[in-house]
């Protein structure tokens, strides 16, 4: 159990106003959660502050090797004033694992939540409740130890910042346009393509400029090592339908396991749809696409919740899908897991946790 002191802001900012679109994680609330780790210590000082810049050594570690984990989730006003989180167990879990594939010490799942729910209470008042918006909180760990030689740092930084926030996407529910990538890969097996660290998002970088520059949002990986099996978008997991069938990338190691791709799949087959999780190469997306078969397609995560892919393009070859509009599907999914983080629809035992 933590026992966190709390310093309040004495200049507190104004809050967004109802007419500010919130474009995603530009605004940050009053105050942020921070808690100290060293070696033999452990995690320590616990506290509430207001939020404000860090004072690092330029030598830190973080800043040469990389060595530093995040999480995303969101916080939720519902109509009868509740503030609701969405399944945070899952993304502690998953903070844990990553925290054990890139040596940061773990945080005891019980504390983690009882910060979360701390600095959310704090910062409350921030949580915007315009339809398809939310409050993002951004938990992260970086490694501090002034040192320039490559291993595990002996201190470490948690903190909890958060921030109101619209849709991911400017094209908003609307479908997005999806470049698949074979020329740079993400991740590899055996790498750290299923932890959520920074270094699986820079190694993105490059091909999303190059998608970009030709109008496409966000980049589709395949493997690492065929470049034929599809895996992610970066920001989300991604589902296709084809010929009645959903079917997603089976978590093979360089995957991110997403929370809202665990809860697709479980609300699909609580539906009575079938759901298979397995290898999807692009050719065989191309065959159904061509077929006529391909009759969905939707990227699924915490900051981009359903995304619906209207475009595919891979080398010269581009395809529409649900003739570029928001499939049948999408829109269920959508509505339903908004409707449950909401708390308008019951969702599965657990799923929604109160502050
Ligand atoms: C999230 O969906 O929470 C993520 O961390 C993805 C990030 C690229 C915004």
Excluded at 82 to 90: E, G, M, V
Excluded at 125 to 140: N, V
Aim: glycine share 10%; with cysteine; proline share 6%.
């Amino acid at each position: 159990m933590l026992n966190i002191r709390v310093e309040k802001t004495t200049t507190p900012k104004p809050l967004p106003t109802a007419d500010n679109p919130l474009k995603f994680g530009t605004i940050f609330t009053d105050h942020m959660f921070v808690m100290n780790y060293e070696t033999g210590k452990g995690w320590h000082d616990e506290r509430i502050v207001p939020y404000q810049p860090l004072t690092l050594d330029p030598s830190a570690m973080v800043f040469h090797y990389g060595q530093e984990m995040f999480e995303g989730l969101k916080a939720y006003k519902a109509e009868d004033g509740r503030t609701l989180l969405f399944r945070p167990d899952k993304n502690i879990e998953r903070a844990n694992n990553t925290n054990r594939r890139i040596c940061i010490p773990e945080i005891p799942a019980d504390d983690f939540l009882q910060a979360i729910k701390a600095i959310v209470k704090m910062d409350e008042a921030w949580i915007p409740t315009k339809p398809g918006t939310s409050l993002y909180i951004r938990p992260f760990i970086i490694a501090t130890d002034p040192f320039l030689g490559v291993r595990p740092s002996d201190t470490y930084l948690f903190i909890i910042i958060l921030s109101p926030v619209g849709a991911y996407y400017p094209e908003g529910l609307n479908p997005v346009k999806i470049w698949i990538e074979d020329e740079y890969v993400r991740a590899v097996r055996g790498g750290v393509g299923e932890a959520k660290t920074g270094a699986n998002y820079v190694a993105s970088l490059k091909a999303q400029v190059k998608a970009h520059d030709e109008g496409y949002s966000q980049v589709l990986w395949l493997d690492g090592v065929e470049r034929k099996y599809i895996e992610e978008v970066g920001a989300m997991n991604i589902f296709f339908k084809i010929d009645g069938k959903i079917v997603t990338p089976k978590l093979n190691g360089s995957i991110l396991p997403g929370v809202t791709r665990d809860s697709c799949i479980q609300l699909c087959k609580s539906w009575g749809l079938p759901v298979e999780e397995r290898r999807v190469s692009a050719d065989e997306l191309f065959e159904a696409a061509e077929n006529g078969k391909l009759e969905e397609c939707w990227g699924s995560g915490t900051a981009a919740v359903i995304s619906p892919v209207g475009h595919l393009r891979c080398e010269d070859k581009v395809f529409q899908i649900a003739d570029g509009g928001i499939g049948e599907l999408s829109q269920k999914l959508y509505d339903t897991v908004t409707g449950i983080q909401l708390g308008k629809i019951e969702g599965p035992e657990g799923w929604v946790v109160t502050v």
